[in-house]
Protein backbone atom coordinates (compact mmCIF):
# COMPACT_ATOMS: atom_id res chain seq x y z
CA UNK A 1 0.00 0.00 0.00
CA UNK A 2 1.06 3.74 -0.72
CA UNK A 3 0.50 5.81 2.40
CA UNK A 4 0.24 8.91 0.15
CA UNK A 5 -2.83 7.33 -1.63
CA UNK A 6 -5.20 9.54 -3.17
CA UNK A 7 -8.42 10.20 -4.40
CA UNK A 8 -7.39 8.88 -7.75
CA UNK A 9 -6.04 5.90 -6.13
CA UNK A 10 -8.84 3.93 -4.23
CA UNK A 11 -7.07 1.18 -1.65
CA UNK A 12 -8.47 -2.15 -2.27
CA UNK A 13 -9.49 -4.39 0.70
CA UNK A 14 -9.06 -7.70 1.51
CA UNK A 15 -11.23 -10.43 0.13
CA UNK A 16 -10.29 -14.23 1.48
CA UNK A 17 -6.48 -13.28 1.26
CA UNK A 18 -6.88 -11.33 -1.66
CA UNK A 19 -7.17 -7.28 -2.97
CA UNK A 20 -10.58 -6.55 -4.32
CA UNK A 21 -12.50 -3.52 -5.14
CA UNK A 22 -16.32 -2.55 -4.48
CA UNK A 23 -19.08 -0.19 -6.15
CA UNK A 24 -18.37 2.96 -3.37
CA UNK A 25 -15.51 4.45 -2.01
CA UNK A 26 -14.62 6.29 1.37
CA UNK A 27 -12.24 9.00 2.05
CA UNK A 28 -9.84 9.35 5.11
CA UNK A 29 -9.04 12.63 6.80
CA UNK A 30 -6.61 14.04 8.72
CA UNK A 31 -7.90 15.61 11.84
CA UNK A 32 -5.58 18.24 12.21
CA UNK A 33 -5.60 19.84 9.20
CA UNK A 34 -8.31 18.22 6.89
CA UNK A 35 -6.12 16.71 4.33
CA UNK A 36 -7.15 13.51 2.83
CA UNK A 37 -4.79 10.37 3.66
CA UNK A 38 -6.29 7.86 1.60
CA UNK A 39 -9.33 6.51 -0.42
CA UNK A 40 -10.37 3.18 -0.03
CA UNK A 41 -12.91 0.58 -1.40
CA UNK A 42 -16.03 -0.18 0.08
CA UNK A 43 -17.01 -4.22 -0.21
CA UNK A 44 -20.50 -5.12 -1.41
CA UNK A 45 -22.48 -7.57 0.11
CA UNK A 46 -22.05 -10.16 -1.83
CA UNK A 47 -18.19 -9.60 -1.57
CA UNK A 48 -18.65 -9.39 2.40
CA UNK A 49 -20.63 -13.06 1.94
CA UNK A 50 -17.59 -14.26 -0.46
CA UNK A 51 -15.60 -13.51 2.74
CA UNK A 52 -17.63 -15.34 4.90
CA UNK A 53 -18.20 -18.09 2.93
CA UNK A 54 -14.47 -18.18 2.62
CA UNK A 55 -13.02 -18.64 6.25
CA UNK A 56 -15.99 -21.12 6.72
CA UNK A 57 -14.57 -23.01 4.10
CA UNK A 58 -11.17 -23.60 5.23
CA UNK A 59 -12.07 -23.56 9.06
CA UNK A 60 -10.95 -27.29 8.93
CA UNK A 61 -8.16 -26.64 6.85
CA UNK A 62 -6.99 -23.94 9.31
CA UNK A 63 -7.17 -25.78 12.78
CA UNK A 64 -4.90 -28.86 11.13
CA UNK A 65 -2.19 -26.19 9.98
CA UNK A 66 0.98 -27.04 11.28
CA UNK A 67 2.09 -25.48 14.28
CA UNK A 68 5.24 -24.25 12.12
CA UNK A 69 2.96 -22.52 9.40
CA UNK A 70 1.22 -20.16 11.40
CA UNK A 71 4.40 -19.81 13.46
CA UNK A 72 6.47 -18.63 10.51
CA UNK A 73 3.34 -16.40 9.11
CA UNK A 74 3.15 -14.67 12.74
CA UNK A 75 7.44 -14.27 12.50
CA UNK A 76 6.81 -12.95 8.59
CA UNK A 77 4.42 -9.92 9.71
CA UNK A 78 6.44 -9.09 12.90
CA UNK A 79 9.55 -9.04 10.92
CA UNK A 80 7.67 -6.77 8.11
CA UNK A 81 6.54 -4.47 10.25
CA UNK A 82 9.43 -4.03 11.52
CA UNK A 83 11.10 -3.32 7.69
CA UNK A 84 8.07 -0.76 6.91
CA UNK A 85 7.82 0.92 10.67
CA UNK A 86 8.24 4.63 9.31
CA UNK A 87 6.11 4.05 6.71
CA UNK A 88 3.25 2.01 8.92
CA UNK A 89 3.67 4.99 11.88
CA UNK A 90 3.16 7.82 9.30
CA UNK A 91 -0.12 6.02 8.17
CA UNK A 92 -1.23 5.82 11.78
CA UNK A 93 -0.63 9.63 12.65
CA UNK A 94 -2.12 10.61 9.13
CA UNK A 95 -5.35 8.63 9.59
CA UNK A 96 -5.99 8.94 13.05
CA UNK A 97 -4.52 12.16 14.48
CA UNK A 98 -1.89 10.43 16.23
CA UNK A 99 1.34 12.69 17.17
CA UNK A 100 4.16 10.56 15.54
CA UNK A 101 6.30 9.76 18.36
CA UNK A 102 3.14 7.63 19.29
CA UNK A 103 2.69 6.12 16.10
CA UNK A 104 5.95 4.81 16.30
CA UNK A 105 5.62 3.50 19.48
CA UNK A 106 2.27 1.36 18.55
CA UNK A 107 3.87 0.12 15.29
CA UNK A 108 6.88 -1.03 17.96
CA UNK A 109 3.74 -2.71 19.87
CA UNK A 110 2.78 -4.62 17.00
CA UNK A 111 5.71 -5.81 16.16
CA UNK A 112 6.12 -7.45 19.28
CA UNK A 113 2.36 -9.02 19.20
CA UNK A 114 2.81 -10.67 16.10
CA UNK A 115 6.37 -12.03 17.35
CA UNK A 116 4.77 -12.84 21.02
CA UNK A 117 2.04 -14.98 18.94
CA UNK A 118 4.67 -16.55 16.50
CA UNK A 119 6.53 -17.35 20.15
CA UNK A 120 2.67 -18.84 22.15
CA UNK A 121 2.00 -20.96 19.29
CA UNK A 122 5.05 -23.10 19.30
CA UNK A 123 4.35 -23.64 23.17
CA UNK A 124 0.38 -24.07 22.61
CA UNK A 125 0.10 -27.72 22.91
CA UNK A 126 -2.02 -30.81 24.49
CA UNK A 127 -1.47 -31.72 27.91
CA UNK A 128 -1.45 -34.90 29.48
CA UNK A 129 -3.13 -36.30 32.81
CA UNK A 130 -3.58 -39.42 34.59
CA UNK A 131 -6.31 -40.24 35.55
CA UNK A 132 -5.70 -43.55 37.41
CA UNK A 133 -5.93 -41.09 41.03
CA UNK A 134 -8.99 -43.12 41.77
CA UNK A 135 -9.48 -47.42 40.78
CA UNK A 136 -12.34 -47.32 38.88
CA UNK A 137 -9.73 -44.94 36.37
CA UNK A 138 -7.12 -47.42 36.68
CA UNK A 139 -5.60 -47.40 32.96
CA UNK A 140 -6.87 -44.37 31.44
CA UNK A 141 -5.33 -40.88 30.53
CA UNK A 142 -6.57 -37.65 29.39
CA UNK A 143 -5.08 -35.61 26.45
CA UNK A 144 -6.39 -32.25 26.67
CA UNK A 145 -5.96 -30.11 23.42
CA UNK A 146 -7.27 -26.53 22.57
CA UNK A 147 -9.83 -26.25 19.71
CA UNK A 148 -10.34 -23.04 18.08
CA UNK A 149 -14.13 -22.34 18.05
CA UNK A 150 -14.03 -21.57 14.39
CA UNK A 151 -13.95 -18.02 12.49
CA UNK A 152 -13.55 -14.69 14.58
CA UNK A 153 -15.23 -11.26 13.52
CA UNK A 154 -12.78 -8.89 14.78
CA UNK A 155 -14.57 -5.56 15.42
CA UNK A 156 -11.83 -2.99 15.64
CA UNK A 157 -11.47 0.87 17.15
CA UNK A 158 -10.00 3.65 15.92
CA UNK A 159 -7.58 4.85 18.22
CA UNK A 160 -5.25 2.15 18.23
CA UNK A 161 -5.93 1.09 14.62
CA UNK A 162 -2.76 -1.39 13.89
CA UNK A 163 -1.99 -2.58 16.98
CA UNK A 164 -5.58 -3.53 18.49
CA UNK A 165 -6.79 -5.32 15.27
CA UNK A 166 -2.97 -6.82 15.91
CA UNK A 167 -4.17 -8.35 19.34
CA UNK A 168 -7.31 -9.80 17.43
CA UNK A 169 -5.61 -11.22 13.75
CA UNK A 170 -2.43 -12.49 15.74
CA UNK A 171 -4.14 -14.88 18.29
CA UNK A 172 -6.44 -16.20 15.37
CA UNK A 173 -4.04 -17.36 13.12
CA UNK A 174 -1.87 -18.53 16.37
CA UNK A 175 -4.83 -21.07 16.97
CA UNK A 176 -5.71 -21.84 13.35
CA UNK A 177 -8.62 -19.46 13.32
CA UNK A 178 -9.49 -17.90 10.25
CA UNK A 179 -10.60 -13.78 10.93
CA UNK A 180 -12.64 -11.21 9.20
CA UNK A 181 -11.79 -8.27 10.19
CA UNK A 182 -14.20 -4.93 10.51
CA UNK A 183 -11.95 -1.97 10.90
CA UNK A 184 -13.03 1.53 12.11
CA UNK A 185 -14.75 3.23 9.50
CA UNK A 186 -12.45 6.27 10.12
CA UNK A 187 -9.10 4.27 10.30
CA UNK A 188 -9.28 1.42 7.96
CA UNK A 189 -5.69 2.12 6.08
CA UNK A 190 -3.32 0.59 8.62
CA UNK A 191 -5.70 -2.39 8.83
CA UNK A 192 -5.55 -2.72 4.93
CA UNK A 193 -1.89 -1.90 5.27
CA UNK A 194 -1.57 -5.51 7.44
CA UNK A 195 -3.57 -7.16 4.87
CA UNK A 196 -1.15 -6.75 2.57
CA UNK A 197 1.37 -7.99 4.63
CA UNK A 198 -0.56 -11.15 5.49
CA UNK A 199 -1.36 -11.67 2.23
CA UNK A 200 2.76 -11.91 1.49
CA UNK A 201 2.76 -15.46 4.15
CA UNK A 202 1.63 -18.82 3.23
CA UNK A 203 -1.47 -18.64 4.80
CA UNK A 204 -4.19 -20.76 3.07
CA UNK A 205 -6.53 -19.05 1.16
CA UNK A 206 -10.18 -17.75 3.20
CA UNK A 207 -7.79 -17.39 6.20
CA UNK A 208 -8.46 -13.53 6.89
CA UNK A 209 -10.36 -11.04 5.23
CA UNK A 210 -10.01 -6.90 5.58
CA UNK A 211 -13.53 -5.38 5.21
CA UNK A 212 -14.02 -1.76 5.68
CA UNK A 213 -18.19 -1.63 6.09
CA UNK A 214 -19.80 1.04 7.51
CA UNK A 215 -20.59 0.68 10.94
CA UNK A 216 -24.11 0.14 10.25
CA UNK A 217 -23.64 -3.06 8.11
CA UNK A 218 -21.92 -4.76 11.25
CA UNK A 219 -24.65 -6.31 12.47
CA UNK A 220 -25.43 -8.81 9.86
CA UNK A 221 -21.63 -10.20 9.74
CA UNK A 222 -22.42 -9.77 13.80
CA UNK A 223 -25.42 -12.26 13.56
CA UNK A 224 -23.82 -14.49 11.00
CA UNK A 225 -23.89 -18.20 12.23
CA UNK A 226 -20.24 -18.87 10.44
CA UNK A 227 -18.21 -16.45 12.51
CA UNK A 228 -18.85 -18.10 16.18
CA UNK A 229 -16.44 -15.97 17.62
CA UNK A 230 -16.77 -12.07 17.75
CA UNK A 231 -14.18 -10.32 19.64
CA UNK A 232 -15.14 -6.51 20.07
CA UNK A 233 -13.53 -3.43 21.11
CA UNK A 234 -15.27 -0.80 21.25
CA UNK A 235 -17.47 1.90 23.02
CA UNK A 236 -19.84 -0.18 26.06
CA UNK A 237 -23.03 1.16 24.41
CA UNK A 238 -21.92 -0.55 21.04
CA UNK A 239 -20.45 -4.20 22.81
CA UNK A 240 -23.13 -4.90 25.07
CA UNK A 241 -25.83 -4.31 21.93
CA UNK A 242 -23.83 -6.69 20.30
CA UNK A 243 -23.88 -9.27 22.71
CA UNK A 244 -27.77 -9.07 23.57
CA UNK A 245 -27.88 -9.46 19.49
CA UNK A 246 -26.06 -12.79 19.70
CA UNK A 247 -26.77 -14.21 23.05
CA UNK A 248 -25.53 -17.79 22.17
CA UNK A 249 -22.04 -16.75 20.82
CA UNK A 250 -19.24 -16.50 22.42
CA UNK A 251 -18.38 -12.80 22.53
CA UNK A 252 -15.66 -11.07 23.96
CA UNK A 253 -15.61 -7.70 25.12
CA UNK A 254 -12.85 -4.97 25.62
CA UNK A 255 -14.24 -1.61 26.54
CA UNK A 256 -14.08 1.51 27.98
CA UNK A 257 -13.11 2.68 31.77
CA UNK A 258 -12.52 5.99 33.74
CA UNK A 259 -9.20 5.06 34.84
CA UNK A 260 -8.33 6.45 38.21
CA UNK A 261 -4.57 7.23 39.20
CA UNK A 262 -4.43 7.05 43.03
CA UNK A 263 -1.51 9.12 44.69
CA UNK A 264 -0.72 7.86 48.27
CA UNK A 265 1.09 9.82 51.02
CA UNK A 266 4.48 7.94 50.32
CA UNK A 267 4.72 8.41 47.12
CA UNK A 268 7.43 9.50 44.23
CA UNK A 269 4.82 12.90 44.00
CA UNK A 270 7.66 14.48 41.22
CA UNK A 271 6.98 10.84 39.24
CA UNK A 272 3.46 10.66 39.80
CA UNK A 273 2.52 14.03 38.56
CA UNK A 274 4.93 13.63 35.69
CA UNK A 275 3.21 10.41 34.77
CA UNK A 276 -0.40 11.11 35.04
CA UNK A 277 0.20 14.37 32.93
CA UNK A 278 1.58 12.34 30.06
CA UNK A 279 -0.86 9.72 30.06
CA UNK A 280 -3.80 11.82 30.56
CA UNK A 281 -2.69 13.42 27.29
CA UNK A 282 -1.20 10.35 25.27
CA UNK A 283 -2.99 9.58 22.16
CA UNK A 284 -5.50 13.01 23.31
CA UNK A 285 -6.88 11.10 26.04
CA UNK A 286 -8.48 8.76 23.46
CA UNK A 287 -7.56 5.52 25.19
CA UNK A 288 -9.47 3.20 27.84
CA UNK A 289 -6.87 3.52 29.96
CA UNK A 290 -5.80 7.07 30.41
CA UNK A 291 -5.80 8.73 33.24
CA UNK A 292 -9.05 10.70 33.86
CA UNK A 293 -9.18 10.46 38.03
CA UNK A 294 -6.67 11.70 39.84
CA UNK A 295 -7.59 10.26 43.54
CA UNK A 296 -5.34 12.21 45.82
CA UNK A 297 -4.10 11.95 49.83
CA UNK A 298 -4.71 15.15 51.05
CA UNK A 299 -2.06 15.16 53.04
CA UNK A 300 -0.12 15.95 49.34
CA UNK A 301 -3.17 17.77 47.38
CA UNK A 302 -1.17 21.31 47.30
CA UNK A 303 2.46 19.89 46.26
CA UNK A 304 1.26 17.73 44.43
CA UNK A 305 -1.29 19.55 42.44
CA UNK A 306 1.35 21.84 42.17
CA UNK A 307 3.88 19.78 40.23
CA UNK A 308 0.69 18.19 38.12
CA UNK A 309 0.31 21.61 36.83
CA UNK A 310 3.48 22.45 35.87
CA UNK A 311 3.89 19.40 33.84
CA UNK A 312 1.14 19.40 32.22
CA UNK A 313 1.51 22.85 31.58
CA UNK A 314 5.44 21.19 29.89
CA UNK A 315 3.57 19.08 27.16
CA UNK A 316 3.78 19.72 23.80
CA UNK A 317 0.88 20.51 22.05
CA UNK A 318 0.48 20.62 18.57
CA UNK A 319 1.17 19.30 14.43
CA UNK A 320 0.91 15.48 15.11
CA UNK A 321 4.09 15.32 12.58
CA UNK A 322 6.15 17.08 14.27
CA UNK A 323 9.02 15.19 16.46
CA UNK A 324 8.13 17.33 19.71
CA UNK A 325 4.19 17.11 20.02
CA UNK A 326 3.17 14.94 22.63
CA UNK A 327 -0.54 16.11 22.27
CA UNK A 328 -2.35 16.20 19.23
CA UNK A 329 -5.99 16.63 17.79
CA UNK A 330 -8.81 13.96 18.69
CA UNK A 331 -9.94 12.13 15.78
CA UNK A 332 -12.42 14.57 14.37
CA UNK A 333 -13.90 17.86 15.54
CA UNK A 334 -17.55 16.38 16.30
CA UNK A 335 -15.35 14.20 19.79
CA UNK A 336 -13.11 17.47 20.46
CA UNK A 337 -16.69 19.11 20.59
CA UNK A 338 -17.61 16.10 22.46
CA UNK A 339 -15.21 16.71 25.16
CA UNK A 340 -15.19 20.70 25.61
CA UNK A 341 -18.99 20.73 26.21
CA UNK A 342 -18.64 17.89 28.76
CA UNK A 343 -15.95 20.28 30.69
CA UNK A 344 -18.35 22.93 30.19
CA UNK A 345 -21.00 21.09 31.80
CA UNK A 346 -18.76 20.30 34.57
CA UNK A 347 -17.69 23.87 35.33
CA UNK A 348 -21.69 24.96 35.44
CA UNK A 349 -22.14 22.79 37.98
CA UNK A 350 -19.91 23.61 40.17
CA UNK A 351 -16.12 22.34 39.06
CA UNK A 352 -12.90 24.58 38.42
CA UNK A 353 -10.67 24.59 35.75
CA UNK A 354 -7.16 24.23 36.61
CA UNK A 355 -5.32 24.28 33.61
CA UNK A 356 -6.83 23.90 29.85
CA UNK A 357 -10.55 23.61 28.92
CA UNK A 358 -10.42 25.13 25.29
CA UNK A 359 -10.54 23.87 21.79
CA UNK A 360 -9.23 24.84 18.66
CA UNK A 361 -10.65 22.83 16.12
CA UNK A 362 -10.52 18.89 16.75
CA UNK A 363 -7.45 19.87 18.98
CA UNK A 364 -8.58 19.95 22.93
CA UNK A 365 -5.79 21.36 25.46
CA UNK A 366 -4.48 19.62 28.21
CA UNK A 367 -7.08 20.23 30.90
CA UNK A 368 -6.98 19.73 34.61
CA UNK A 369 -10.36 20.44 36.54
CA UNK A 370 -11.33 20.08 40.16
CA UNK A 371 -14.24 20.51 42.60
CA UNK A 372 -15.74 18.24 39.80
CA UNK A 373 -19.69 16.77 41.38
CA UNK A 374 -19.80 12.79 41.57
CA UNK A 375 -22.79 13.19 38.84
CA UNK A 376 -20.85 15.00 35.86
CA UNK A 377 -19.93 13.16 33.37
CA UNK A 378 -16.39 13.77 33.70
CA UNK A 379 -16.31 11.40 36.98
CA UNK A 380 -18.81 8.93 35.89
CA UNK A 381 -18.12 8.57 32.18
CA UNK A 382 -15.49 7.75 30.11
CA UNK A 383 -14.22 10.94 28.39
CA UNK A 384 -11.94 9.34 25.95
CA UNK A 385 -10.09 12.84 25.44
CA UNK A 386 -7.23 14.90 27.17
CA UNK A 387 -8.83 15.56 30.45
CA UNK A 388 -8.50 14.69 34.26
CA UNK A 389 -10.08 15.27 36.98
CA UNK A 390 -8.69 15.61 40.80
CA UNK A 391 -10.45 14.10 43.93
CA UNK A 392 -8.88 14.52 47.21
CA UNK A 393 -9.71 11.77 49.70
CA UNK A 394 -8.38 11.69 53.45
CA UNK A 395 -7.00 7.97 53.83
CA UNK A 396 -6.47 4.70 51.85
CA UNK A 397 -9.77 4.08 52.89
CA UNK A 398 -11.41 6.65 51.26
CA UNK A 399 -8.92 6.24 48.12
CA UNK A 400 -9.97 2.95 47.12
CA UNK A 401 -13.63 3.49 47.74
CA UNK A 402 -13.32 6.11 45.29
CA UNK A 403 -11.65 4.17 42.77
CA UNK A 404 -14.40 1.55 43.07
CA UNK A 405 -17.39 4.03 43.07
CA UNK A 406 -17.20 3.32 39.22
CA UNK A 407 -19.34 1.30 36.71
CA UNK A 408 -16.29 0.44 35.14
CA UNK A 409 -13.11 -1.56 36.35
CA UNK A 410 -10.52 -1.85 33.45
CA UNK A 411 -7.19 -0.98 35.27
CA UNK A 412 -6.39 1.23 37.90
CA UNK A 413 -2.49 3.04 38.87
CA UNK A 414 -1.19 3.04 42.89
CA UNK A 415 1.27 5.61 43.34
CA UNK A 416 2.97 3.87 46.72
CA UNK A 417 6.10 2.18 48.26
CA UNK A 418 4.31 0.25 51.02
CA UNK A 419 4.16 -3.20 49.66
CA UNK A 420 1.00 -4.20 52.18
CA UNK A 421 -0.59 -1.16 50.61
CA UNK A 422 0.23 -2.70 46.89
CA UNK A 423 -1.39 -6.43 47.86
CA UNK A 424 -4.36 -4.53 49.30
CA UNK A 425 -4.70 -2.77 46.15
CA UNK A 426 -4.84 -6.30 44.57
CA UNK A 427 -7.39 -7.53 46.83
CA UNK A 428 -9.61 -4.50 46.82
CA UNK A 429 -9.91 -3.26 43.90
CA UNK A 430 -12.76 -4.18 41.19
CA UNK A 431 -10.75 -3.55 38.44
CA UNK A 432 -8.54 -6.14 36.11
CA UNK A 433 -5.17 -4.59 36.34
CA UNK A 434 -3.73 -3.16 39.59
CA UNK A 435 -0.54 -1.02 38.39
CA UNK A 436 1.64 -0.40 41.65
CA UNK A 437 3.79 3.10 40.88
CA UNK A 438 2.84 4.04 38.29
CA UNK A 439 -0.70 5.23 36.10
CA UNK A 440 -3.46 3.00 34.96
CA UNK A 441 -2.44 3.10 31.42
CA UNK A 442 0.86 0.83 31.37
CA UNK A 443 0.11 -2.45 29.67
CA UNK A 444 2.19 -4.84 28.39
CA UNK A 445 1.05 -6.54 25.16
CA UNK A 446 1.42 -10.63 26.28
CA UNK A 447 -0.03 -9.71 29.61
CA UNK A 448 -3.94 -10.43 30.34
CA UNK A 449 -5.58 -7.18 29.52
CA UNK A 450 -9.23 -6.81 30.59
CA UNK A 451 -11.77 -5.29 32.28
CA UNK A 452 -14.76 -6.31 35.17
CA UNK A 453 -18.28 -4.75 35.83
CA UNK A 454 -19.01 -2.45 32.67
CA UNK A 455 -15.26 -2.57 31.09
CA UNK A 456 -15.75 -5.88 29.53
CA UNK A 457 -15.87 -9.41 29.04
CA UNK A 458 -13.31 -11.72 28.49
CA UNK A 459 -9.28 -10.97 28.34
CA UNK A 460 -6.56 -9.81 25.45
CA UNK A 461 -2.99 -10.12 25.74
CA UNK A 462 -1.64 -12.65 23.24
CA UNK A 463 -2.31 -15.59 25.01
CA UNK A 464 -4.97 -15.05 27.31
CA UNK A 465 -6.87 -14.29 23.52
CA UNK A 466 -5.92 -17.94 22.24
CA UNK A 467 -7.50 -19.12 25.33
CA UNK A 468 -10.67 -17.14 24.56
CA UNK A 469 -10.74 -17.58 20.96
CA UNK A 470 -10.23 -22.01 21.73
CA UNK A 471 -12.27 -24.36 23.74
CA UNK A 472 -10.49 -27.21 25.97
CA UNK A 473 -11.19 -31.13 24.53
CA UNK A 474 -10.83 -33.95 26.38
CA UNK A 475 -9.77 -37.56 24.62
CA UNK A 476 -9.48 -40.53 27.37
CA UNK A 477 -7.43 -43.44 26.12
CA UNK A 478 -7.92 -46.78 27.96
CA UNK A 479 -6.24 -49.82 28.77
CA UNK A 480 -2.88 -47.77 29.01
CA UNK A 481 -0.09 -49.56 31.47
CA UNK A 482 1.50 -46.52 33.39
Known amino acids: MDSSANATSPIPFWLAGRPATGDAELEVTNSHDGRVVGVYSVPTAEQVEQAVAAADAVRKEAAALPIHVRADALSHVARRLAERAEEIAQLISGENGKPIFWARGEVNRAVSTFRFAAEEVR ?19 AYVSRVP ?85 GSGPVGYALMDQVPRKHVTLELGG ?32 SVQRVIVEESVLAPFTEKLLAAVDALVTGDPSDEKTQVGPLVSVAAAERVEQWVKEAVEAGARVLAGGTRD ?60 IAFRANRELEVGGVIIGDVPSFRADQMPYGGVKQSGVGREGVLSAMNDFT ?3 VMVITGVTL
Open 149 to 233: HGPVLAITPFNFPLNLVAHKVAPAIAVGAPVIVKPAPATPLSALLLGEILAETNLPEGMFSVLPVPNDRAGALVEDPRLPIVSFT
Open 123 to 141: RFSGAVQRLDTEPAAQGRI
Open 361 to 420: GATVAPTVLTDVPADAKLSCEEVFGPVMIIQPVASVDEAFAAVNDSKYGLQAGIFTRNLD
Open 258 to 289: NGAAVVLADADLDWAAARAALFSNYQAGQSCI
Open 471 to 473: YEK
